[in-house]
Structure formats: C-alpha cells, structure tokens
C-alpha cells in the first residue's frame, strides 16, 4: 500500500469509517501480533496487548489516526505496552505459534522439489530465530512489516546507521550460512 493510500486510510478511520479500520486492521494486526510476540513469546499475551493498543487508538481516533508517524507511534506503543506486559508477569510463557497458513495455489513441484524448499525455509526460519534480538527485530521490521530503516530506527529508538548496520550483518549471516548449507546438501546427493 503506498504512503498516500495509508494516508488516507488514517484520515478515513479518524473521521469514523469503519470499513477503514477493518482495512487497517486487516493490514497491521498480524503485524503488530508478530511484533509484540518478539517481545512476550506468548501468542496470546501478544494478541492481548495489540487488542489493547488497538482500542486505545480507537478511543483517540480523531487525535492518534492524524498523527505524522502513525506507524512508528503504532509500533512503539505495541512495543512498550509488550515491555509493560512482561513487567507485570514475572513469568514467561513459551508457546509455540508456528505459521500454518495453507497455500491454496496448485504447486507443480516434484516432492523431492518441495522437501528440498521446506528444508530450505526451516533452515532460514531457524536462521532468522537465532539472530541476535535486536538484528532479529530490525530484520522482521525491515523485510516482513516493510517498515523504512528510519521508523525502525524510531521504534527502536536506534540511529539509522544502527539500523542499516544490523540489517547487514543478518544479510552476511544468512549468505555465508545458506551458501554451507547449499554445499552440505551438494556433498550429499554426491554420496
């Protein structure tokens, strides 16, 4: 969605239309669950805090919906309601909250194909579970949210530099350990 449309959007849901914020919701609100679970590792724990959030902006539509960052003030307000979450539960909670959204298009791939393709995404996946917590943050803003180098340096209350730092040392990471793997399953199907 480009910035004018999000815009707009923003201005829509200010003024009341609800069929904008059930657009915006359709838009953030996984977002903003995968974010906060980078904080809670709690799946529910994390909808909770995002259901708040979101009825607070609701509560001050009119004011929060016209703000000029919105996204980074959406972020950081799930961010320090996540923070404020773990200080009132002094436990933790590990749940594990897997992605099982089916594909429904028809995929004409060889099983080997496929078993190869999932190997590769849970290798990746794990990749991306072991990056340092905030190269960790700064990579899922950055590639799966489509946030700029600069609201994640606003939600992370980071410099930009940082942020375009982390970002390319997960890159780095992910090709030196792709291009092992890559090589490993070469040497086996040598075998």
Same mark, same amino acid.
Request: aromatic share 10%; charged share 30%; glycine share 2%.
């Given at each position: 969605?480009?910035?004018?449309? *999000? ?16 657009? %915006? ?5 996984? /977002?903003?669950?995968? %974010?906060?679970?980078? %904080?809670?590792? #709690? ?46 539960? *002094? ?15 028809? $995929? ?9 393709? /999932? ?13 340092? *917590? ?10 799966? #949210? ?13 410099? $930009? ?13 992910? /090709? ?9 399953? $070469? ?5």
């Amino acid at each position: 969605m480009s910035n004018s449309n *999000k815009i707009e959007m923003f201005s829509l849901i200010a003024a009341g239309e609800k069929k904008a914020f059930d657009a %915006f919701f359709d838009i953030y609100y996984v /977002r903003l669950v995968n %974010f906060s679970y980078l %904080f809670l590792k #709690d799946k529910n724990a994390a909808e909770d805090v995002v259901a708040e959030v979101l009825t607070n902006l609701l509560l001050e539509k009119e004011r929060i919906f016209r703000l000029d960052n919105f996204e980074s003030y959406l972020y950081k307000s799930v961010k320090n309601k996540s923070l404020t979450h773990i200080g009132k539960s *002094k436990k933790e909670f590990l749940v594990d909250w897997s992605d099982n959204q089916e594909n429904h298009f028809i $995929d004409l791939k060889t099983p080997e194909q496929l078993m190869e393709e /999932r190997e590769l995404e849970a290798f990746i996946s794990d990749l991306v579970e072991h990056l340092p *917590k905030k190269r960790k943050m700064v990579f899922k803003l950055i590639r799966e #949210d489509g946030l700029t180098y600069k609201q994640v340096a606003e939600i992370m209350e980071i410099s $930009d530099r940082t942020v375009e730092v982390h970002l390319k040392l997960a890159i780095q990471h992910f /090709r030196k350990e792709i291009s092992a793997f890559l090589g490993q399953k $070469d040497l086996h199907q040598m075998v």
